[in-house]
């Protein structure tokens, strides 16, 4: 049976109740109009997801049994690295809430050389908590009970410049695509970038080949930044990961 599943901040363990925090109590009662007695699973990043019953539910607060605790989550057998320019509107949040139900484990937001949208700190640190929430609620819907892991905010030169075992770039004029590429070994992670709404510029696909990223296109089309990294995301699970 499927239940509503809810992320919680806090150690979680069998034969324990807890009281949930004021955002999962508006979510159960408003949203999902949860009673006593109904059952949901319960997740923190641990890698195991916990069911629950509801023993008290209220508008200000909702305390839950924690009744059985599943075996661990299998760790991916491909470690992806999304590296994901800024984009508008809720672009960033759609390619972002898409890429962890495909089972990215790590996004880092980019700021690429033509970038639109420009923030300041104080607004990029606000999204980043919306970011880190989007990621939650896409665990939540997809059944993850990791959480990918959301790095802070850098530039294309700072992030191209870390140690990469094996690196794609999206490109439309490549000549490389994905089922040209070797499969990266185990014990690899697999680091991938695309280009922003205006696209990667030339020096930048070159800064990145030095850096040992492979240019790769995905096809004939030139996609929308939004589009291009989900699109790679299922064709890399369908061909090393766990889409086989």
């Keep these: 049976m499927k239940y509503n599943r809810i992320y919680q901040d806090i150690p979680l363990q069998c034969d324990t109740e807890i009281t949930l925090d004021a955002g999962a109590t508006h979510h159960l009662t408003r949203v999902l109009r949860c009673?006593?007695?109904?059952?949901?699973?319960?997740?923190?990043?641990?890698?195991?997801?916990?069911?629950?019953?509801?023993?008290?539910?209220?508008?200000?607060?909702t305390v839950v049994r924690i009744t059985a605790q599943s075996s661990l989550e299998a760790d991916p057998p491909l470690d992806i690295h999304l590296g994901l320019p800024l984009s508008k509107g809720q672009r960033m949040d759609f390619a972002m809430q898409k890429a962890v139900e495909l089972g990215v484990s790590v996004i880092t937001p980019l700021v690429t050389e033509h970038t639109a949208v420009k923030l300041p700190e104080k607004r990029l640190q606000q999204k980043q908590q919306h970011w880190q929430q989007v990621i939650i609620s896409a665990c939540e819907q997809s059944g993850r009970c990791r959480l990918p892991l959301l790095h802070p905010t850098v530039t294309l030169d700072a992030w191209s410049q870390q140690q990469v075992s094996y690196g794609i770039v999206l490109d439309p004029q490549a000549d490389n695509t994905l089922a040209s590429l070797p499969?990266?070994?185990?014990?690899?992670?697999?680091?991938?970038?695309?280009?922003?709404?205006?696209?990667?510029?030339?020096?930048?696909?070159v800064q990145l080949s030095q850096h040992d990223f492979i240019p790769v296109r995905l096809g004939p089309r030139v996609l929308r930044t939004e589009t291009a990294p989900l699109a790679a995301i299922a064709a890399v699970q369908m061909l090393w990961g766990d889409f086989r």
Excluded: W
């Excluded at 499969?183 to 020096?203: Q, W």
């Design 183 to 205: 499969a990266p070994a185990a014990e690899m992670t697999l680091h991938l970038v695309c280009g922003p709404e205006g696209g990667l510029s030339n020096s930048e696909i």
């Design 35 to 61: 009673r006593i007695d109904d059952r949901i699973e319960l997740f923190n990043g641990d890698g195991h997801f916990y069911t629950a019953g509801i023993q008290e539910i209220s508008k200000r607060q």
